[in-house]
């Protein structure tokens, strides 16, 4: 520079007009070499970078270009190039250094920010490959380290800007700790809350989770620094505080779906009239089914050993004891639950009475389906229900059901007939048929 602004002066031009044409020159031949050092950068060591990426086994270096991290990257090499050569283009102003270098310190500060977001978010993307984030989700501490990063990039830019050191707004923070934690109660709630709810397991992505007051139940679809999202079975998306689950509670059916049985819990009124002892017809029917053959087998000859070892006389029921139809139909439910397919044998299997009440008296099923997957678990059911209500007729019961509008309509028509029936049959005398009696 001090040749060229030497040459130009023995051609009579003055020293400042020299130092300035000195100066552009130089100026646009560091633009050149920057451009030029850009072109090279993204036109050539990019696509080679992509190339080998996608080339690889792992896929980590995909995310990282779907990202957008090494074109980010590549970003940083112009303000850094004219960054240093700002003293050597500005020798002649130097007070012009200085603002020219903060305007450089404020890009490359956004692009340095830019770039660590970009791999923050392959980072997550490649963790959730994984099966282990299912177990312990990162999404709500990724955006913590993205606020941080963020947070401390706007000081950053801010101290470069008043002069100051960055230490002295971080020194600062303290007097403003009742402020920072108002406006951001949300995520440090969140944040707090997403740390128990990982380190205690209690939620995960996938799980069912019911929670009446903000109207959730379904599956657990994401899991934010703030919020829970929950896809409900009608496809709606329900968003929760993360904060909420940890202080009011909630419901969580991932232990159903690890223990291998979804419970059946249903019943089913018998009318108490239809209740009776067996006889000889019965019991000789009931012998058909194979389901019942070793268990009336066994409890004839109990019941016979019983009631001859107190000689009860067996014409009168009430005398020893006796079997039931409704006892009956229990034990065949208990054969034909234990022999079902779809039904977990390893856990609870009960078929009970409940308390009698004004609808007759409820017969409970109480197993647990081998099957957990919603659809198939109501085809289960159903099928059950359906083989439970086609098999009481047939030891002689009744389902107790209200009145419809049908029985009702059956009965009058009856009562009808009936009626007309009696007024068309003649009426007994009453004259002198009464006298001759008397």
């Not at 520079?1 to 100066?23: C, K, P, V």
């Amino acid at each position: 520079m001090d040749g060229f602004r030497i040459y130009l002066e023995r051609y009579g031009i003055g020293s400042s007009q020299a130092e300035l044409l000195a100066t552009v020159l130089l100026l646009c031949l560091a633009v050149i070499l920057v451009f030029f050092a850009e072109i090279v950068t993204r036109k050539i060591l990019l696509k080679v970078v992509a190339l080998v990426a996608r080339k690889s086994e792992t896929s980590f270096d995909d995310m990282l270009l779907d990202h957008r991290v090494f074109a980010w990257i590549a970003h940083m090499v112009p303000p850094v190039l004219l960054y240093n050569a700002a003293h050597p283009v500005f020798r002649y102003y130097p007070d012009a250094v200085q603002p020219v270098q903060l305007v450089l310190t404020i890009y490359l500060t956004i692009i340095v920010i830019l770039v660590c977001l970009s791999f923050l978010d392959s980072l997550l993307e490649f963790y959730n490959e994984h099966p282990v984030s299912e177990r312990l989700p990162l999404k709500s501490f990724i955006q913590v380290l993205k606020t941080v990063i963020v947070a401390s990039g706007a000081v950053i830019v801010i101290a470069r800007l008043l002069g100051t050191s960055p230490l002295v707004f971080f020194s600062g923070l303290g007097a403003f700790t009742a402020v920072i934690i108002l406006i951001f109660k949300d995520a440090i709630l969140g944040f707090v809350a997403g740390i128990q709810l990982t380190s205690n397991n209690l939620v995960k992505i996938g799980d069912w989770i019911e929670m009446p007051k903000y109207d959730a139940d379904g599956e657990v679809s994401d899991i934010s620094l703030v919020t829970v999202s929950v896809q409900n079975w009608d496809k709606t998306i329900t968003v929760i505080p993360a904060y909420a689950l940890i202080s009011e509670g909630f419901r969580n059916w991932r232990g159903m779906s690890e223990s291998g049985g979804r419970r059946i819990m249903r019943s089913v009124s018998i009318d108490m009239q239809s209740v009776t002892f067996c006889d000889e017809a019965q019991l000789q029917r009931l012998r058909s089914v194979s389901l019942l053959q070793q268990y009336l087998d066994v409890k004839s000859r109990e019941i016979e050993d019983y009631n001859s070892r107190h000689a009860f006389v067996s014409d009168v029921p009430l005398n020893g004891r006796r079997m039931t139809n409704f006892g009956t139909f229990r034990a065949y439910l208990m054969a034909y639950l234990r022999s079902h397919p779809k039904i977990n044998q390893d856990m609870t299997l009960l078929v009970r009475h409940l308390q009698p009440e004004e609808n007759g008296i409820p017969l409970q099923i109480y197993v647990f389906c081998s099957d957990v997957l919603w659809a198939n678990y109501e085809a289960v059911q159903a099928d059950i229900m359906d083989h439970v209500l086609a098999s009481l007729p047939f030891f002689g019961l009744r389902v107790f059901q209200s009145p419809s509008g049908m029985d009702i309509a059956d009965a009058g028509r009856a009562l009808g007939r009936r009626t007309a029936a009696e007024g068309s049959a003649p009426a007994p005398a009453t004259g002198s048929a009464s006298r001759d009696s008397e």
